[in-house]
Nanobody, 123 residues
Framework: VQLVESGGGSAQAGGSLRLACTAS????????VAWFRQSPGKEREGVAS????????TYADYVKGRFTISQDSAKNTVYLQMNSLAPEDTGMYYC??????????????????WGQGTQVTVS
């Protein structure tokens, strides 16, 4: 299984970025895909997740109303649209996946597959 993130970069406060996570090799149709982020000196934290079958989403409280997770099943890609960015959104953003239907509050060490991460910097 390979997860490849793209779309990170720099943005001004109040601006937007869209991240993409393209998956290959997932053998089941019932998966959860999530975005995590890690800021310097902080633990990795869940941001949002989506169930690949059904499309149910979960969000961390601090991104509700600002971030939207979605999927394009034909492209095996999950997106994270980030609006109203703030400096505290700065960090490395990782895509993760695992079988089953768990939300983004599920502990990071319980997720099976990880991408390499993409940096988001908000100033």
């Amino acid at each position: 299984v390979q997860l490849v993130e793209s779309g990170g970069g720099s943005a001004q406060a109040g601006g937007s970025l869209r991240l993409a996570c393209t998956a290959s090799g997932l053998t089941t149709t019932h998966n959860a895909v999530a975005w995590f982020r890690q800021s310097p000196g902080k633990e990795r934290e869940g941001v949002a997740s989506i169930f690949t079958r059904g499309g149910t989403t979960t969000y961390a409280d601090y991104v509700k109303g600002r971030f939207t997770i979605s999927q394009d099943s034909a492209k095996n890609t999950v997106y994270l649209q980030m609006n109203s960015l703030a400096p505290e959104d700065t960090g490395m953003y990782y895509c993760a996946a695992r079988p089953g239907t768990v939300g983004c509050s599920f502990p990071p060490d319980r997720w099976t597959y990880w991408g390499q991460g993409t940096q988001v910097t908000v100033s």
